[in-house]
């Protein structure tokens, strides 16, 4: 006779991963939240009265703040998170570095901590919601907060093969994940050399450092952070969500068009997120750009249609 014998079901995997976060992590977070923060309230004396910032120092901030910024909105969200397009490999090698020098996390932390945003998204289990305390308002002022950079200071992560089995899979993202820290410094100190070496002056050096990497990083997190807090609580609402994802229509240059919050929230997967006359959306515009030129392929451009059938009034 045979004895059939049941096979236990899988168990689910919990949501905080196994790994947790290490103390040099923790300072680190530290660092960059608060570093950038003391530089900006020296940094206008430092531009007009103390005449240390040159057109070098603006341009190095500025090329390092969009290749990391695109790096963060076309790279780690729009396609790693979401799959808003397919990329060629040397297209998704370069997408994850220019996304690691952010600063912000690395691909695979990123990815599994905004899915797991998106699944629970204001409520319990939203890594980052700025409702988090309440609806009153001490409690919006303490979740905002909290919203904008206090969940950085949790000593769990998010569980990446829960949350990012796919990219768990890929040998090009985990060897972009080991290689976080080499990249982190990279994104510290190229500035600094760049500055050097074009003056060929120490002083070039510290100025490029201050603006290029401090002022660049600070500008960024607290840009990317805002998307979190601000457009969570404020803002306009044109398309139908589950959450309470919102237009700020004054971060959207700075944020290249992640502040149509609401539409990505509405439609996740969508590559466009300022899809509304008059909504500049940089990051779209960068994607057009690398499909033309066959670096990307299978993008999921707005359908109006979809469009119409969750707009509001």
Known sequence: MTVVTERAAPQPKPDIDPEPKT?????TFGFVVGAPL????????????WG????????????????TGLGV??????????????AKRPMKIALGIAGSLSLE???????????KHHKFSDKDGD???????????????????????????????TNREKYA???????????????????????????AVLGGLITWSWQGAATAFFWGTVIRIGLLHHVTWSINSICHVFGDEAFEVRDKSRNVWWLAIPSFGESWHNLHHSDPTCARHGALKGQID????????????GWVYDVRWPVPERLAAKRLG
Do not use: C, N, Q
């Open 73 to 86: 909105t076309v790279g780690l969200h729009r396609y790693f998170t979401h799959g808003s397009f397919k």
């Open 127 to 157: 890594p980052h919601s700025p409702w988090r305390f309440g609806t009153g308002f001490w409690a919006i002022t303490k979740g905002l907060l909290w919203a904008h950079m206090g969940w950085l200071f949790e000593t769990h992560r």
């Open 23 to 27: 103390l040099p992590e923790l300072i």
């Open 282 to 293: 940089l990051s779209a515009g960068t994607i057009r750009i690398f499909e033309k030129l």
């Open 165 to 191: 089995p796919d990219l768990v899979k890929d040998p090009d993202v985990i060897r972009l994940h080991k290689l976080f820290p080499t990249l982190a410094i990279t994104s510290l100190v190229l500035p």
């Open 105 to 115: 996390m690395s691909v695979l932390d990123w990815v599994a901590t905004h899915r």
């Open 52 to 67: 240390l910032l040159s057109w070098i120092d603006v341009a190095i901030g500025f090329v390092f703040y969009v290749v």
């Open 38 to 49: 003391v530089a900006l309230a020296v940094a206008v004396p430092m531009a007009w009265s």
